[in-house]
């Protein structure tokens, strides 16, 4: 029995976004900005570009409007970006997509881990998306995800596949995807998805996306051409996989994909060799990008089990590890971190709270300049406010003289010679500098609270301060869980302002860890492996903190 294959196929280039998003090395702009151009100069007529999601969750695609606004438009491409909701699909809006992408899976178990919701309560939160996209001339694609298998429920029934097309159709969605997300899907059962969409879906707005984890894609896409689909998604140099999909290796390879159709006469309209360079191009970028990452981290490792320099080092295994127990001076460095932790973090914050909260207050005059007044330290040149410090608090500073003047000392404080004062002058200095810099993310929060909800508890008598800690606080809290966090992780690796107004002094009082890692790397007798042990204390604790904070977002955002 003869069969009759598609004249001609069009692929969808999806390895910019979904290729992309599972790189855990993060692209510059520009690279894919560059990627873009040489996969339409290859022939490529529809290219996924961007997703308009929470950097927070899909961290390589934080740069989305700097990529859309950078590429240039070519004439007969479509440009199509994935918006999970209206939010993003608003923030897409201005990048002009021709087409945008919603995304809904045939797995009620891959749906609940995915985005937190079931299969129809993600289709109800999707249609507001299709109808605004629809009336803004934007065309609709629906991705239909473990079509063919779900890593935590197992086999996925065509009926069930059916049942998705059907509530997408139902909301506007112009075409779909049939997504085999984790690869496990097998030529039968890829005719019979099919099969299932067609009840919905003519042919003509039905595409395969197929992942090659079991070296499956091609007899996948051989076999929707055999059903007529002549419609495909492909990334370029295999990239991809689903982050939130266990298992989820990358997509078919454009490149592998061409290579097939061109051989069995198939037109495509690209051209292979353009193709093979673009994918060249990202793997050596990818490559590049992993070097700077790997090889340091790489390289710290090995110093950390050796000792010495030059020609002198030697392995030690871990007794750099286990020389910091006995080493009195990381314990002092490390005592002070956790200090200047302890007092200056949380004071810094409740500082910068309560002034954005009187910054913002609509009566108060000169507004505008008080908030710059605040926010200037942050910008202001590290050795100027280093000297001006050193100036401020040195033993005939301008502090001691205003003290003596209004009678409150007798006698000048020693506040750079004496330990816990040249500590309370490094966690003045911190606070100073950047509290202005916290106020601002709290500004930008309070524009958001409805102002209805303050005039409310106005009218029934509550006070200010009431106010502040009833409405302003609890409505802030997300602001101030991810201030607290990276408030922490920067006094973690505190260096510049200890190192610039105290050196460390007197005696080490103020000394934190960044600052001995850098002693013993360039000031002491040079030993840069047990430098390098020091260092993974810090990471460490800024791991921590890290996970702590992708742990307490997830929760909330449950």
Not at 523 to 530: A, M, Q, S, W
Request: glycine letters at 8%; hydrophobic letters at 45%.
């Amino acid at each position: 029995m003869s069969i009759h294959y598609p004249l001609s196929v069009r692929l969808v280039e999806v390895g910019p976004r979904d290729g992309l998003q599972n790189e855990q090395q993060p692209l510059p702009a520009a690279v894919k900005i560059e990627l873009v151009q040489r996969l339409q100069h290859s022939g490529l007529r529809e290219i996924e570009v961007t997703s308009y999601v929470s950097p927070k969750w899909v961290p390589q695609m934080a740069d989305n409007h700097q990529v859309m606004s950078g590429i240039e438009r070519r004439a007969g491409v479509r440009y199509s970006v994935l918006t999970p909701n209206l939010k993003g699909f608003e923030a897409a809006l201005a990048d002009r997509p021709d087409e945008i992408v919603v995304f809904g899976a045939a797995s009620e178990a891959f749906s609940q881990r995915n985005i937190n919701c079931s299969i129809a309560e993600s289709i109800e939160r999707f249609a507001p998306v299709v109808q605004a996209a629809l009336a803004a001339g934007i065309q609709v694609r629906g991705a239909m995800s473990c079509t063919l298998g779900c890593p935590y429920e197992g086999e996925i029934a065509p009926e069930r596949v059916e049942r998705l097309a059907g509530l997408m159709k139902a909301i506007g969605v112009q075409r779909v995807d049939i997504a085999d997300t984790i690869g496990v899907g097998t030529p039968l059962k890829v005719q019979r998805v099919i099969e299932a969409t067609l009840k919905v879906y003519p042919l003509d707005q039905i595409s395969g996306h197929f992942h090659d984890t079991y070296g499956q894609a091609l007899s996948n896409t051989l076999a929707a051409l055999q059903m007529g689909v002549w419609n495909f998604q492909s990334s370029v140099a295999g990239l991809g996989g689903c982050p939130y999909a266990k298992g989820a290796t990358g997509n078919v390879a454009t490149e592998d994909l061409v290579y097939l159709l061109h051989g069995m006469g198939i037109e495509t309209g690209i051209d292979l060799e353009a193709l093979v360079d673009a994918g060249a191009f990202i793997s050596a970028a990818l490559l590049l990008m992993a070097a700077f990452t790997v090889y340091p981290i790489g390289k710290s490792l090995w110093m950390s089990t050796h000792s010495g320099q030059g020609t002198m080092v030697q392995f030690v295994g871990l007794d750099n590890v286990s020389r910091l127990w006995s080493d009195p001076i990381f314990a002092r460095a490390l005592t002070n971190t956790f200090i200047y932790l302890v007092i200056q973090v949380p004071f810094m914050i409740v500082l910068a709270l309560v002034m954005a909260s009187c910054l913002n207050m609509p009566n108060l005059k000169f507004r505008g300049l008080l908030r710059t007044a605040v926010f200037l330290p942050c910008v202001t040149s590290l050795v100027a406010y280093s000297v001006l410090f050193r100036s401020m608090f040195s033993y005939d500073g301008i502090i001691n003289a205003t003290l003596l003047y209004l009678g409150v000392i007798s006698s000048p404080v020693p506040w750079m010679t004496d330990p816990f004062w040249a500590r309370f002058v490094v966690i003045t200095a911190l606070t100073w500098r950047w509290t202005g810099y916290n106020m601002v993310f709290y500004l930008a929060a309070m524009q958001n609270i409805d102002k209805s909800i303050y005039e409310a508890a106005r009218i029934d008598g509550i006070s200010a301060f009431r106010r502040f800690v009833s409405i302003t606080i609890p409505m802030l809290k997300p602001v101030i869980l991810f201030t607290t966090i990276t408030s922490t992780i920067g006094t973690l690796q505190l260096f510049d302002e200890v190192m610039n107004i105290t050196n460390g002094g007197p005696a080490d009082s103020t000394l934190s860890l960044s600052l001995y890692i850098y002693n013993l790397s360039f000031r002491y007798v040079p030993n840069f492996g047990y430098a390098a042990t020091v260092s993974y204390v810090i990471v460490a604790l800024v791991a921590a903190m890290a996970v702590l904070q992708f742990y307490l977002a997830r929760e909330r955002d449950r």
